[in-house]
């Protein structure tokens, strides 16, 4: 059984910065083998993708929405992938997710395997 813990969500003013962790396990999971994903959802919308990140950190990709503003990472070693989140807005308001999937990278919401529970983060004006 996978289980991914998100942490680190809460209540900031814009302009503020959040780092989002999200720490895995599974007796037979094996972190390294996986792309992560980070995934958000607003009251009353679908959830969307933020950003990914493949097995290594090597390759990364993010939603034009937080282009620029927001880095994902990886440590291996801890089976933890992170979320830098900087210039935080209100439309940033949502729960945010980490989810994992084999092989390569990918930014559709079907094709993640494991999901979390998921951390609020509610950016006010």
């Known amino acids: 059984q996978v289980q991914l813990v998100e942490s680190g969500g809460g209540l900031v003013q814009a302009g503020d910065s959040l780092r989002l962790s999200c720490t895995a396990s599974?007796?037979?999971?094996?972190?390294?083998?996986?792309?992560m994903g980070w995934f958000r959802q607003a009251p009353g919308k679908e959830r969307e993708f933020v950003a990914a990140v493949n097995w290594s950190g090597v390759s990364t990709w993010y939603a034009d929405s937080v282009k620029g503003r927001a880095t994902i990472s990886r440590d291996n070693a801890k089976n933890t992938v992170y979320l830098q989140m900087n210039s935080l807005k209100p439309e940033d308001t949502a729960v945010y997710y980490c989810?994992?999937?084999?092989?390569?990278?990918?930014?559709?919401?079907?094709?993640?395997?494991?999901w979390g529970q998921g951390t609020q983060v509610t950016v006010s004006s």
């Open positions: 599974g007796r037979t999971f094996s972190f390294s083998s996986y792309a």
């Open positions: 989810a994992a999937r084999r092989r390569t990278l990918a930014t559709m919401v079907a094709t993640y395997d494991y």
